[in-house]
């Protein structure tokens, strides 16, 4: 056996984590309960890691920290099992429940050791995280507007302006909110219009109290012109004016 550990160790070093797992694979049955069994567990979860099999690792990092809670290695551990949720998270335009699982993990490790120096990595990287469930929520809301489901399109641009308030997408997002409802409005039943060309007032509202310079203002106000002229409104009469977005 000490052999076959020197030899796992050996091919381990040497980054043949195919053979090394083998080998530890073997060891960490043959040790459980002894002095080796701790150090064998640590090289077999790494193994796992480095020939990318990340469900696996996560399991296995996991399950250290559950079977060895005051290891030496516990923190790392604990950082690595969310750190393979991370690995595993798709780009963006795939399913994000790695991306959320990842997430949550990260902020499991940082409420367990809120000292630990790897906290300030663990936030960098749900930042990323973040950024990329905030590209999903996007595209998705984006995907609906060009495909003319400005239904759809108006309520996910509302989600998207809700969960991501702070986005670099935020003024084009409120301008869409605009034209999806303008267009909605457009192209609904006689007995619908009146409401949803109020609604497309308030989007325009929006927009205009977060940018009032906007880029996007000239087109706007052609949608904001429109949609007071179907409701008969005059130079001097509007409607009531929502408080701005906080």
Do not use: W
């Amino acid at each position: 056996m000490d052999a076959k550990y020197n030899a796992a160790v050996a091919y381990y070093e040497k980054k043949d984590y195919y053979h090394s797992l083998q080998l530890f694979e073997e060891l960490i049955t043959i040790f459980r309960g002894t002095a080796r069994a701790e150090q064998s567990y640590y090289y077999y979860t790494y193994c796992t890691y480095n020939v990318d099999d990340y469900p696996m690792a996560a399991y296995q990092f996991n399950n250290f920290v559950s079977s060895y809670p005051n290891s030496k290695y516990a923190e790392e551990m604990q950082f690595m099992y969310a750190y393979c949720y991370y690995k595993d998270s798709p780009v963006s335009s795939l399913d994000q429940t790695n991306t959320l699982d990842a997430i949550d993990k990260f902020q499991l490790f940082i409420n367990k050791y809120p000292k630990s120096e790897r906290v300030a990595e663990a936030n960098k990287l749900i930042d990323e995280l973040r950024s990329k469930l905030e590209r999903k929520s996007y595209d998705n809301a984006k995907l609906y507007y060009k495909t003319e489901n400005y239904k759809a399109a108006i309520s996910s641009l509302e989600n998207f302006l809700k969960d991501f308030p702070g986005s670099d997408n935020k003024e084009e997002a409120l301008f869409l909110s605009v034209k999806s409802a303008y267009l909605f409005a457009s192209n609904s039943y006689e007995e619908k219009k009146a409401d949803r060309f109020k609604a497309t007032l308030d989007q325009y509202y929006k927009l205009i109290d977060s940018f009032p310079q906007s880029r996007y203002l000239r087109e706007a106000e052609k949608y904001y012109d429109g949609s007071r002229k179907f409701l008969g409104l005059d130079k001097t009469s509007d409607l009531i004016k929502p408080e701005p977005l906080k």
